[in-house]
């Protein structure tokens, strides 16, 4: 592959093919005029270009990591998930670390796991309610958990 011109976002200058799921990476970071510290990670749930999560999976654990992670951090601001359907974006006001934030997501995901349904997923307060995969969220978690070793190690040997 030709080099490729260095792009705005941050994502489209990672060599996907290098990258070694799952894992857990600082995206970017930001200092705010006012001094304030927006930190965005990189929760990658499955090999890019390899494989991906189930668009109801991704949608549950959107739901299920959006709520439950407030528990543990009141940094949090965003859990947005990837278009290519790999992973998330946890975005949090603050310097934070991955190894400070690799706690949060852990007790976030045992919360997950614990968890008999998804919330908010029904037409009220979601607007594709039936579109979630309690199952499928509970097993990309368990996957993920399963590999805790490994989230610091982003790029393959």
């Known amino acids: 592959m030709t080099e490729q011109p260095r792009m705005n976002v941050e994502s489209f200058n990672l060599d996907h093919r290098t990258v070694a799921a799952p894992y857990l ?4 970071r930001k200092e705010l005029p006012g001094g304030d510290v927006l930190t965005k990670f990189d929760v990658r749930f499955t090999q890019p270009n390899l494989a991906h999560l189930e668009s109801e999976t991704v949608h549950s ?5 959006a ?5 543990h951090s009141g940094d949090v601001l965003d ?3 990837m278009g290519c359907r790999t992973g998330f974006y946890v975005l949090l006001v603050g310097d ?3 190894d400070g934030f690799a706690p949060i997501l852990e007790a976030t995901l045992r919360d997950l796991l614990a968890a008999d349904e998804v ?5 009220v307060q979601c607007g594709w309610g039936a579109h ?3 199952e499928g969220a509970h097993a990309a978690a368990r996957a ?5 070793e490994e989230w610091g190690t982003v790029t393959a040997s």
Do not use: C, Q, T
Not at 61 to 65: F, G, T
């Open 67 to 71: 709520e439950h992670m407030r528990n």
């Open 119 to 123: 919330p908010a997923a029904n037409e």
């Open 79 to 81: 859990v947005s998930p």
């Open 132 to 134: 979630h995969s309690l």
């Open 96 to 98: 934070h670390d991955a």
């Open 25 to 28: 990476r600082i995206a970017d």
């Open 144 to 148: 993920f958990l399963e590999a805790r």
């Open 61 to 65: 654990l959107e739901h299920m990591m």
